[in-house]
């Protein structure tokens, strides 16, 4: 069975809920469309949990990549009038300012050779993925498609800020034959229902349910071979 889900941001109660509703086996295989760390404390914990499971499969999203930046990727001074010490400030910033301080903490906890190999496994997640599911074609991201940076690049600087940063994801051009998932924007965006639900409009579905959020925010989980939803309850 192929599994997807999206921006768990932390929240270990409810991934836990969700993994005990969809039982994954080790044939199965998880994938996880970014935002795994911030605003719940729990992040650095999960993204450890997968870097040991063979069958979970992640993607980088926004939140890993502005902690990336704020402790990871050598700072490039691009005006005159900065330096690198304002550089960083600005890059933390960004990060607490969306909920990465909780993250922080965490890791001040941990040893710096385990918070290098995150760092090290999180810097070489992909963007974007293709998957095939009974000859139905998906393309997996967390906010905008690779190959579509070149023409839709009205404020991002490069590809990967694109992919991990845009909210155009429902509006991206892909072949027919193909079902666009993205997390990224909660689906109270596009619909009203309460608690979030899974969003959905032709070749276009939406998986991030809001659980970086308290209640009515929760863990969606798609099952690809059904098409059936699974929901925490938390
Ligand atoms: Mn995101």
């Not at 063979?54 to 502005?66: A, F």
């Not at 079902?179 to 899974?198: A, Y």
């Not at 349910?209 to 925490?232: K, V």
């Amino acid at each position: 069975m192929t599994y997807v889900m999206s921006d768990i941001h932390g929240n270990q109660a409810r991934f836990e809920d969700v993994m005990r509703k969809i039982n994954l086996q080790p044939e199965d295989t998880l994938y996880i469309l970014g935002d795994v760390i911030d605003r719940f404390p729990d992040g650095i914990k999960m993204i450890r949990q997968f870097m040991k499971m063979p069958n979970v499969k992640m993607l980088l999203g926004n939140h890993e990549h502005m902690m990336l930046e704020a402790l990871y990727y050598p700072i490039v001074v691009k005006k005159p009038w900065d330096n690198e010490d304002y550089v960083r400030q600005d890059k933390l910033k960004l990060w607490y300012y969306n909920g990465g301080d909780i993250t922080h903490y965490y890791l001040k906890h941990i040893r710096k050779a385990i918070r290098q190999e995150v760092f090290e496994f999180l810097s070489n997640l992909p963007l974007n993925i293709y998957v095939e599911v009974n000859g139905q074609k998906y393309l997996l991201i967390h906010g905008g498609v690779e190959a579509n940076f070149e023409q839709n690049n009205y404020k991002h600087d490069d590809k990967v800020t694109y992919a991990v940063w845009s909210r155009q994801s429902r509006h991206e051009v892909i072949p027919d034959d193909t079902i666009l998932i993205f997390g990224h924007t909660p689906t109270n965006h596009f619909q009203n229902d309460e608690p979030l639900k899974l969003w959905k409009n032709e070749n276009y579905i939406g998986i991030d349910c809001g659980c970086g959020y308290d209640s009515p925010g929760r863990l969606c989980c798609l099952r690809l071979d059904d098409m059936q939803e699974f929901y925490s309850d938390l």
